[in-house]
């Protein structure tokens, strides 16, 4: 099992959140129990309630409250820092900006939220009390991010300064404008996906399952919409829209759903 017990090294995407109107908290819940077999726990005190998603009691998502503001239209995506407030002053320096400065979360870490200079958000999260998600790379857990965008270069030139990545090109896929991020230690941690112009640019979120073509069938019967799976390189994959607008990904690994 991918349990995961200590902070992730900086530049590793560690949690997962998603902007709920507190209205709406419960029907979510609802929708992402019967896709993903989360149970819920309230994350912190406070107008709407912080709520944590639960897979076999481990935390590995969060259900943000919001009473205002424009929908974000997916997972927001916290990348881990060891020092988030010099990952911060990276950003900017980098060309970012940042929608919320570093502050204290509780016992539970220290957090800001930044948009690159392409304008996707993303956050930082520097682990304490919670470490990010316990459990991933597993169904029901994130697996996997990747940045889209319009602006393929500006993005390559920025998430290296800020995080110290190196870029790989990926040579499987030579008609697409993919690119490999790697941490200093290697360890692949997602992607830059050129897409056309006018497309907006923002990270996604792809989560395991264990049948792609049953999960689109749950989550069409909890009332959202789902495109058909498809079968990709490394993963049998279907694009899903809950029943707020958010779209996801999900994905079944070669083999996962054979007896």
């Not at 900086?10 to 989360?38: C, H, M, N, Q, S």
């Not at 994130?142 to 190196?166: E, H, I, Q």
């Not at 069938?217 to 279907?238: E, K």
């Amino acid at each position: 099992m991918s349990y995961v017990t200590s902070n992730q090294p900086t530049g590793t995407p560690t949690w997962i959140e998603l902007d709920v109107p507190v209205a709406e908290t419960e029907r979510a819940k609802e929708f992402y129990g019967a896709l993903f077999d989360w149970e819920f726990a309230v994350g912190a005190p406070g107008a709407g309630q912080y709520t944590v998603c639960l897979l076999r009691g481990h935390a590995v998502a969060g259900l943000r409250p919001v009473t205002t503001g424009p929908a974000l239209g997916h997972w927001r995506v916290y990348i881990a820092t060891d020092d988030c407030d010099s990952t911060a002053k990276r950003v900017l320096d980098a060309g970012g900006t940042l929608i919320e400065s570093p502050a204290e979360v509780g016992d539970r870490g220290r957090a800001a939220l930044a948009v690159d200079p392409v304008g996707a958000e993303f956050g930082l999260w520097q682990g304490r009390g919670r470490i990010g998600s316990g459990i991933v790379n597993e169904p029901g857990s994130l697996v996997r991010n990747d940045l889209t965008t319009p602006d393929p270069a500006t993005a390559r030139a920025f998430y290296p300064a800020v995080f110290d990545y190196t870029l790989d090109g990926d040579d499987g896929q030579p008609d697409t404008d993919f690119t490999f991020l790697r941490r200093p230690d290697g360890h692949e941690i997602g992607g830059i996906m050129g897409v056309p112009q006018g497309a907006p640019s923002a990270w996604g979120t792809c989560f395991e399952v264990a049948d792609a073509d049953a999960a689109v069938a749950r989550a069409v019967a909890a009332g959202g919409t789902a495109g058909a799976p498809s079968d990709m390189v490394h993963a049998r994959l279907a694009e899903i829209t809950d029943p707020f607008g958010n779209t996801f990904v999900v994905g079944e690994r070669p083999g996962a759903g054979e007896s």
